[in-house]
């Protein structure tokens, strides 16, 4: 076959990478860590305020989802119009989100009235009131959300999959029941905002147009009242995650069936991580990978499967995950074992590997071109016990991977064996076919 080439299509060029950003950091007195960063061009800058909050007992998460969403519903000195009024007034934003092992405060405004916006930080983190009204309406709106939620096929697949991997942790625990919010009171918030929302431990980023030190300066005065409470313990250490029979989560009349594979992976500091960051994006993690090639484009079995490697605080996961007809649930499900197979049995093509390494590198400089997105990644990386050298060192990692590397970790991470699965659709209907292919855990059946 003669390969046919136009001379008028230069080459593309290898990636560049992009210039690992010049962090100012300062630990504060009252254990707070703060991180600056100057990104000019636009005016404002972006706030991530990372407060582990982490327990070792389970919980079911009520109480964090109304603390984030009341913590700044009202101070001594303002309720929650004036602090909206306020933050409308430096041209900024502020909101909470809560997680299993931390509370998020993500937030911006005007450069040049950056010291209010701080002060105004300062004053939820130390006097935040959970005014009862407010409480009661937020607790109204979580209980509807979280009953819309969970009725969501791919959200039950989520957690369903995190339950059977980690059963007895709180990374496994679910969504809490609407009605645990109702339990919850604006003195049981108070309490636990004096116990955990804690300076200690935490992370303070901030990006934007302005000069490093002095900005340290400024968020050293605005966060001096600060202090109490105590770090938190952290969630527990993970256990090994036990492969066993294939689980299928009953969803009568479902006219889909929700696919989930998942297992241990390595975490972003591990010598390992370029090569399997690779084999995750050769198999599944982008548009150009094996999986999409075959279930949607060949098969027409999904329109969206995708794998991806997840982080948390105790440890990483390899997800893959895919939505199909219930019809072919038992095809689809064999042709994406069929495709995490050949990924432990020879090398990939150096044109996969090229396509993917391009990818990877284009995307940690396309996530950290703004300042939302820089201030966002700091703080993820700070979280996980990451500097900004990450950012220049990762990249070289994944350019230096060969084949053999991502066939080493394909072997280990990527095997069946240490796979475990989960299914979420009509069991009426996919039980028997399921059973002709995998042993099937028979407690929920």
């Given at each position: 076959?003669?390969?046919?080439?136009?001379?008028?299509?230069?080459?593309?060029?290898?990636?560049?990478?992009?210039?690992?950003?010049?962090?100012?950091?300062?630990?504060?007195?009252?254990?707070?860590?703060?991180m600056a960063v100057r990104r000019a061009g636009v005016p404002r800058v972006e706030v991530r305020l990372r407060i582990p909050t982490g327990t070792s007992r389970p919980g079911d998460g009520a109480r964090e989802r109304l603390l984030a969403a009341t913590l700044a519903a009202g101070t001594s000195e303002s309720d929650s119009v004036g602090l909206a009024?306020?933050?409308?007034?430096?041209?900024?934003?502020?909101?909470?989100?809560?997680?299993?092992?931390?509370?998020?405060?993500?937030?911006?405004?005007?450069?040049?009235?950056?010291?209010?916006?701080?002060?105004?930080?300062?004053?939820?983190?130390?006097?935040?009131?959970y005014p009862a009204t407010?409480?009661?309406?937020?607790?109204?709106?979580?209980?509807?959300?979280?009953t819309i939620t969970r009725s969501q096929p791919t959200v039950v697949a989520q957690y369903a999959l995190l339950g059977r991997m980690f059963p007895k942790h709180p990374y496994g625990r679910g969504l809490p029941e609407p009605d645990a919010v109702?339990?919850?009171?604006?003195?049981?918030?108070?309490?636990?905002?004096?116990?955990?929302?804690?300076?200690?431990?935490?992370?303070?980023?901030?990006?934007?147009?302005?000069?490093?030190?002095?900005?340290?300066?400024?968020?050293?005065?605005?966060?001096?009242?600060?202090?109490?409470?105590?770090?938190?313990?952290?969630?527990?250490?993970?256990?090994?995650?036990?492969?066993?029979?294939?689980v299928i989560v009953d969803r009568p009349g479902a006219v889909q069936t929700n696919i989930r594979l998942g297992g241990a992976a390595v975490d972003r500091a591990d010598p390992d991580?370029?090569?399997?960051?690779?084999?995750?994006?050769?198999?599944?993690?982008?548009?150009?990978?094996?999986?999409?090639?075959?279930?949607r484009e060949d098969k027409g079995y999904s329109y969206s499967p995708r794998s991806s490697i997840?982080?948390?605080?105790?440890?990483?996961?390899?997800?893959?995950?895919?939505?199909?007809?219930?019809?072919?649930?038992?095809?689809?499900?064999?042709?994406?074992?069929h495709e995490l197979t050949g990924m432990t049995k020879a090398p990939v093509?150096?044109?996969?590997?090229?396509?993917?390494?391009?990818?990877?590198?284009?995307?940690?400089?396309?996530?950290?071109?703004t300042q939302a997105g820089l201030a966002s990644t700091l703080a993820s990386l700070a979280a996980h016990g990451l500097g900004v050298e990450y950012l220049r060192d990762h990249p070289k990692r994944v350019e230096q991977v060969t084949a053999e590397q991502v066939l080493e970790v394909s072997r280990t991470y990527l095997a069946l064996d240490r796979l475990v699965t989960v299914l979420v659709g009509d069991a009426r209907i996919i039980k028997a076919a399921v059973r002709a292919l995998d042993e099937l855990d028979q407690s929920n059946l």
């Open positions: 076959m003669t390969t046919i080439t136009n001379p008028d299509i230069p080459a593309v060029e290898p990636p560049k990478r992009p210039r690992t950003p010049s962090v100012a950091s300062r630990t504060l007195k009252n254990g707070l860590t703060v009024e306020r933050l409308q007034r430096v041209g900024g934003g502020l909101d909470a989100s809560a997680g299993v092992e931390e509370v998020v405060l993500a937030g911006s405004s005007l450069a040049n009235r950056l010291p209010e916006f701080l002060d105004l930080v300062g004053e939820v983190l130390t006097d935040a009131q407010e409480v009661e309406v937020h607790q109204g709106r979580i209980k509807q959300e979280l109702d339990g919850i009171n604006a003195q049981a918030l108070k309490r636990w905002h004096r116990k955990r929302v804690a300076p200690e431990g935490s992370t303070l980023v901030l990006v934007g147009d302005f000069k490093a030190e002095t900005v340290l300066d400024k968020a050293a005065t605005a966060l001096a009242g600060w202090t109490g409470g105590e770090r938190a313990p952290g969630v527990p250490a993970l256990t090994t995650i036990e492969p066993g029979p294939t991580y370029a090569a399997l960051a690779l084999a995750n994006m050769i198999f599944g993690g982008y548009f150009s990978s094996r999986l999409v090639t075959n279930i997840e982080h948390r605080q105790r440890g990483s996961q390899f997800v893959v995950g895919a939505e199909v007809a219930t019809n072919v649930t038992v095809p689809a499900l064999a042709e994406i074992r093509s150096e044109r996969e590997l090229e396509a993917a390494k391009r990818y990877l590198v284009g995307s940690i400089a396309l996530s950290t071109q």
